[in-house]
């Protein structure tokens, strides 16, 4: 049987288990609600059906229901978002939205920067469980002028969990490819004082030769109500040790890998009556050693450490011409490197925004952020965003702003054979102009957005057509335009107050197009994007009490050949215990995101969860 009819009869599978289930469930009511979520697509915090930008947010309910066992893996489901692993759970991924490159995207903890000085690589490197995630916002398109650095394709925020609700969680799983899971999370308010704590511990024997992987994660988060302000603290670490297969050279495939991230952040806000001060402080260290050939680990070995220091202030004051937010930062990035060197940089800025509502149907939300870094002298990088309400349904919004990023240290100094660092790089720049519609009831919502980004001095390692032979150079090498359009539908049948056993239904569809002048360069990494993107999620009820999730992708990548993923979950709850049956790759497709390096075939897990604390 050929893979494509193998494909044929398991969605008809699904069908007839669709249709099944609608009739068996006839007569029953199953309750979803959709809350009114409040989002950081700016520094003043807004409700979802008020915000002016491109911006998805994943729920804790998704996250729990989702196929998946880290935050890379639940990303790759989001419109727009490029995830490029080279293993699986969490291992190493590179993250990029709207066709930008991996350096491309800030990643944020709680609204503090985590990115990663040494490498992009390192970005999703986050010393943080699933089970901690309270909620994910990704911001689509620039947000230099209310971040600053490296918000040149996107933004992503995880929210963590601080332990407001009682919950003592263990969970157990196993599977394919010798994988287990072992994990505790313990969410336990005292007073006025919230504590989560969780530790995890997964392992693998790899899919294939030096794939395999163990996780060690540990997280603690809390909050508390006092006289002088609400203060928030999270605190977490990662060991990954892991088998990197072709990770950065083909020639090698017994290359292996040792990162560890650690991570510390505190938060204060005090609310006065028309006003409102915050500020955090925030820390960061990452160690990564790194062995070309194993069988020779002394032969060819880097080894890395890099610090961010940190430190944010910000008033919030409300008028009679809005809200207004002003404030600044200053942090440091330092590298100590076998390989790069030892060195550091500093950064800081003054941020102004302001959202003022106009006839209460027109939103106005403008800032600037005035940034210095070591790489650049000053300068102002705005943005302005305008929302229109058209109806109680139909939302308008618009925006455009400029963005920047900094070169990595690796793109800076790092030395070999085969690549060649610059320390005369200049910083990233664009500007990017968005339009987009949402339409919404209480059943079902949609949203359809075109933007076009115009890039300059875009950072790649290159070389000269005419010398192929040549080492890869790192330099300012091209502009790059990219020009898109996103479109996504969700609907929740059973709000209607129909018998059905479908709770979601959503679809997305991303078609990106760049266009880029190299001068007469090869390109390394430029164009590593993808041009089509389908990307479906299903939830629906099954007889005997069972709940099952699909997740379907498809992709056309620019470079390497179509994919087309599919993932499906199969819970059964009971009071405080779930039991659950999983399978990500059901078609066992072969296909590659980086390089040469497989990604795993079909895996199957099965686990279970049990909340120890949760209601009878």
Same mark, same amino acid.
């Given at each position: 049987?050929?893979?494509?009819?193998?494909?044929?009869?398991?969605?008809?599978?699904?069908?007839?288990?669709?249709?099944?289930?609608?009739?068996?469930?006839?007569?029953?009511?199953?309750?979803?609600?959709?809350?009114?979520?409040?989002?950081?697509?700016?520094?003043?915090?807004?409700?979802?059906?008020?915000?002016?930008?491109?911006?998805?947010?994943?729920?804790?309910?998704?996250?729990?229901?989702?196929?998946?066992?880290?935050?890379?893996?639940?990303?790759?489901?989001?419109?727009?978002?490029?995830?490029?692993?080279?293993?699986?759970?969490?291992?190493?991924?590179?993250?990029?939205?709207?066709?930008?490159?991996?350096?491309?995207?800030?990643?944020? +903890?709680?609204?503090?920067?985590?990115?990663?000085?040494?490498?992009?690589?390192?970005?999703?490197?986050?010393?943080?469980?699933?089970?901690?995630?309270?909620?994910?916002?990704?911001?689509?398109?620039?947000?230099?002028?209310?971040?600053?650095?490296?918000?040149?394709?996107? +933004?992503?925020?995880?929210?963590?969990?601080?332990?407001?609700?009682?919950?003592?969680?263990?969970?157990?799983?196993?599977?394919?490819?010798?994988?287990?899971?072992?994990?505790?999370?313990?969410?336990?308010?005292?007073?006025?004082?919230?504590?989560?704590?969780?530790?995890?511990? !997964?392992?693998?024997?790899?899919?294939?030769?030096?794939?395999?992987?163990?996780?060690?994660?540990?997280?603690?988060?809390?909050?508390?109500?006092?006289?002088?302000?609400?203060?928030?603290?999270?605190?977490?670490?990662?060991?990954?040790?892991?088998?990197?297969?072709?990770?950065?050279?083909?020639?090698?495939?017994?290359?292996?890998?040792?990162?560890?991230?650690?991570?510390?952040?505190?938060?204060?806000?005090?609310?006065?009556?028309?006003?409102?001060?915050?500020?955090?402080?925030?820390?960061?260290?990452?160690?990564?050693?790194?062995?070309?050939?194993?069988?020779?680990?002394?032969?060819?070995?880097?080894?890395?450490?890099?610090?961010?220091?940190?430190?944010?202030?910000?008033?919030?004051?409300?008028?009679?011409?809005?809200?207004?937010?002003?404030?600044?930062?200053?942090?440091?990035?330092?590298?100590?490197?076998?390989?790069?060197?030892?060195?550091?940089?500093?950064?800081?800025?003054?941020?102004?925004?302001?959202?003022?509502?106009?006839?209460?149907?027109?939103?106005?939300?403008?800032?600037?952020?005035?940034?210095?870094?070591?790489?650049?002298?000053?300068?102002?990088?705005?943005?302005?965003?305008?929302?229109?309400?058209?109806?109680?349904?139909?939302?308008?919004?618009?925006?455009?702003?400029?963005?920047?990023?900094?070169?990595?240290?690796?793109?800076?100094?790092?030395?070999?054979?085969?690549?060649?660092?610059?320390?005369?790089?200049?910083?990233?720049?664009?500007?990017?102009?968005?339009?987009?519609?949402?339409?919404?009831?209480?059943?079902?919502?949609?949203?359809?957005?075109?933007?076009?980004?115009?890039?300059?001095?875009?950072?790649?390692?290159?070389?000269?057509?005419?010398?192929?032979?040549?080492?890869?150079?790192?330099?300012?090498?091209?502009?790059?335009?990219?020009?898109?359009?996103?479109?996504?539908?969700?609907?929740?049948?059973?709000?209607?107050?129909?018998?059905?056993?479908?709770?979601?239904?959503?679809?997305?569809?991303?078609?990106?197009?760049?266009?880029?002048?190299?001068?007469?360069?090869?390109?390394?990494?430029?164009?590593?994007?993808?041009?089509?993107?389908?990307?479906?999620?299903?939830?629906?009820?099954?007889?005997?009490?069972?709940?099952?999730?699909? !997740?379907?992708?498809?992709?056309?990548?620019?470079?390497?050949?179509?994919?087309?993923?599919?993932?499906?979950? +199969?819970?059964?709850?009971?009071?405080?215990?779930?039991?659950?049956?999983?399978?990500?790759?059901?078609?066992?497709?072969?296909?590659?995101?980086?390089?040469?390096?497989?990604?795993?075939?079909?895996? +199957?897990?099965?686990?279970?969860?049990?909340?120890?604390?949760?209601?009878?």
């Amino acid at each position: 049987m050929s893979k494509q009819q193998s494909r044929g009869i398991v969605l008809s599978i699904i069908l007839i288990t669709t249709l099944i289930s609608t009739f068996a469930y006839a007569g029953q009511e199953i309750v979803h609600g959709v809350d009114d979520v409040i989002v950081t697509a700016g520094r003043i915090p807004m409700s979802f059906s008020e915000i002016t930008r491109s911006v998805t947010v994943i729920s804790s309910e998704e996250i729990v229901n989702a196929p998946v066992h880290s935050i890379q893996d639940l990303l790759e489901y989001i419109p727009g978002v490029d995830i490029n692993k080279r293993g699986a759970h969490g291992v190493q991924a590179d993250i990029s939205i709207r066709g930008g490159t991996f350096e491309q995207t800030l990643v944020l +903890v709680d609204g503090v920067k985590v990115s990663d000085p040494q490498t992009g690589h390192h970005n999703l490197n986050l010393p943080i469980t699933l089970d901690d995630v309270k909620r994910i916002e990704v911001l689509r398109g620039q947000g230099s002028g209310l971040y600053g650095p490296n918000a040149f394709g996107g +933004v992503v925020n995880i929210i963590t969990r601080k332990g407001a609700e009682k919950q003592l969680i263990v969970k157990a799983i196993a599977g394919d490819f010798e994988f287990s899971e072992t994990a505790a999370s313990l969410s336990h308010p005292i007073g006025d004082l919230g504590n989560h704590l969780s530790i995890s511990r !997964k392992k693998s024997g790899g899919y294939t030769e030096a794939t395999d992987f163990e996780i060690m994660t540990a997280h603690y988060g809390s909050s508390i109500h006092t006289y002088a302000g609400d203060i928030n603290l999270s605190l977490g670490y990662i060991d990954k040790k892991f088998g990197a297969n072709r990770f950065y050279s083909d020639a090698f495939p017994n290359e292996r890998e040792h990162t560890e991230t650690m991570m510390l952040n505190i938060g204060m806000r005090k609310e006065f009556d028309s006003m409102a001060l915050s500020s955090k402080v925030y820390s960061r260290r990452h160690k990564d050693d790194f062995i070309l050939d194993n069988d020779r680990p002394d032969w060819y070995r880097n080894k890395h450490t890099t610090d961010i220091y940190g430190s944010e202030i910000q008033a919030d004051f409300e008028s009679r011409l809005g809200k207004t937010a002003l404030g600044g930062e200053a942090g440091q990035e330092k590298i100590e490197s076998s390989s790069l060197g030892n060195h550091s940089r500093n950064r800081g800025g003054i941020f102004l925004e302001h959202q003022a509502t106009m006839a209460n149907r027109i939103t106005l939300h403008t800032g600037a952020f005035a940034y210095y870094h070591s790489d650049q002298d000053w300068q102002v990088w705005p943005s302005l965003n305008i929302g229109c309400q058209l109806s109680d349904d139909w939302r308008a919004y618009g925006s455009v702003g400029r963005s920047f990023r900094v070169p990595t240290y690796t793109e800076l100094y790092y030395i070999s054979e085969a690549n060649m660092g610059n320390p005369d790089l200049r910083p990233e720049k664009a500007i990017t102009f968005e339009t987009g519609i949402n339409w919404g009831q209480q059943f079902i919502n949609g949203n359809l957005t075109a933007f076009r980004r115009e890039g300059k001095d875009i950072i790649d390692w290159a070389r000269s057509i005419d010398s192929p032979g040549d080492p890869w150079q790192v330099d300012n090498v091209s502009t790059v335009n990219t020009m898109g359009l996103e479109f996504s539908l969700g609907a929740y049948p059973d709000q209607l107050g129909l018998a059905v056993p479908i709770t979601r239904l959503q679809g997305s569809y991303v078609f990106l197009d760049s266009d880029k002048k190299t001068e007469g360069y090869e390109s390394k990494y430029l164009l590593r994007q993808i041009d089509h993107q389908f990307l479906i999620d299903i939830e629906h009820a099954l007889p005997f009490n069972l709940i099952q999730g699909w !997740k379907f992708r498809y992709e056309v990548p620019t470079e390497t050949d179509s994919r087309f993923i599919v993932d499906t979950r +199969v819970s059964w709850r009971h009071s405080q215990l779930e039991w659950f049956i999983e399978a990500t790759n059901l078609f066992d497709e072969s296909y590659f995101e980086i390089g040469t390096i497989p990604m795993p075939g079909r895996q +199957v897990l099965a686990g279970v969860k049990w909340d120890l604390l949760g209601d009878k």
